[in-house]
Structure formats: C-alpha cells, structure tokens
C-alpha cells in the first residue's frame, strides 16, 4: 500500500536555529514528491518539486532533497515567517493524476 | 491570475440539507480535484477530474457529487449533509509538473 509517513508531527525551533523535517514514503514507483506549506485558515503552498533521488531544490532558508526512501526539507537559519505546517505528498507511477498521496504534516514552530 | 478560487467560505448546515461548493482555475489546467482535510486525518481525495467531461472517485466520496462545468469549473454538491461531514474542503488544479494548487478552502459545519 502507498504511505506516506511525517515526522516530527509538531517542532519547536528559536530564531536560527536550524533543523529538518523528514518524509517517508511507500510508493511502488515514484513519478514524483512534494512539499507544501500550509498557514493556518489558508489551503495548502505550493513550494519544491523532486522527480529523483539525488535531486535537491531551493528556496530561500528551505532545501528539499530526495533519497529513494525519504525526503528531507532543511530549514536554515528559521525565522518566525516560517512557522507554518509543512505537507509532504506522493504520486505514483501508473496512477491517475488524482493520485497524490499526503502525508499528516509537520507543526513548525519558530519562536522569537 | 486569481489561481483556484473557492465559495463560499464558511458556510454552516443542518443534518439533511443540501449545498454545492464551487470552485474556479483561470491557469487553463486539465485537471481539477476536491479533498476535505479533518485534525489527524491530513487530505484526503473526495472525487476528481482529469479533463473537461469526466470524473472519477478517490478515496473518500460516499455521501458526495461533483460536476466539471467546462474546463475552468469543478462543483461538490452534498445532496444530504451529515455531522461526518464537517470539515475543511479544498479544490485543487495539476500544472505541468504534476505539482497542484490549492484554492482557500471552505469551512463547513454540519449541525
């Protein structure tokens, strides 16, 4: 079965203090995996692509990278914009475009 | 470039009512998508579309209906609200990437 697995749920980080969230999928074959930012009350952001293990991307104090089992987004140097809830999601290969597995998320918490 | 736009959004219910949530892309994608997000359960894929005149069943769509308008349209109409049904519903569309964007969602409370 396809999963996709979170982890923290909830981290807490002071200013600067750099950190990274993990993402664990099941998948019988990836087409591709990726990660959103949610606020509270907003639908979920749009943020990295990865089509392949070894690919990384970035975007401002975020880096994502892909292994063949897991993915990491790296948050450096975190400021208190950054507190949001981070999705992770899936899609399969050989699955219908509706396809898109989620993970629970990860709670981030930057504090002053 | 409004994106994926939602109504309403808030909208509150008594058991066995009936509602149609719209939703609108103006990015020309093919595909469209509803989920509903409830605490602990992340989201979760109600119906979707892959183009214009077809629709097909994900995860999560007793109780629920979708009609694709046209290419820029895609409704979910609950024909008899039930309290299960309170939750947060978000419509989504596919850019080129597989990568989907999501509109603000609507909140609803079935009584």
């Known amino acids: 079965e396809d999963q996709v697995t979170q982890s923290p749920e909830a981290l807490r980080l002071q200013e600067g203090e750099s950190s990274s969230l993990n993402c664990s999928y099941t998948v019988s074959g990836l087409r591709g995996l990726f990660w959103y930012r949610q606020d509270p009350g907003k639908g979920p952001e749009f943020l990295f692509t990865l089509y392949s293990a070894g690919e990384e991307k970035e975007k401002e104090r975020l880096k994502a990278t892909l292994t063949k089992k897991e993915s990491f987004l790296h948050i450096t140097a975190p400021k208190p914009e950054d507190s949001a809830t981070y999705l992770c999601a899936v899609q399969a290969q050989g699955g219908s475009q509706g396809n898109l597995i989620f993970g629970k998320g990860t709670k981030l918490s930057v504090k002053p | 470039n409004a994106g994926v736009t939602q109504t309403p959004k808030f909208q509150v219910l008594k058991t066995g009512q009936s509602m149609t949530l719209q939703c609108a892309q103006d990015m020309n994608h093919n595909s469209m998508y509803w989920y509903r997000q409830d605490p602990g359960m992340g989201l979760r894929l109600i119906y979707y579309?892959?183009?214009?005149?077809?629709?097909d069943k994900g995860e999560v769509p007793n109780g629920y209906n979708v009609s694709r308008l046209n290419k820029r349209e895609f409704s979910l109409r609950l024909e008899s609200a039930a309290p299960s049904q309170t939750s947060v519903y978000f419509c989504?569309?596919?850019?080129?990437?597989?990568?989907?964007?999501f509109g603000p969602g609507t909140r609803l409370t079935v009584t």
């Open positions: 579309s892959a183009s214009e005149g077809t629709t």
């Open positions: 989504a569309s596919t850019g080129e990437g597989y990568e989907q964007y």
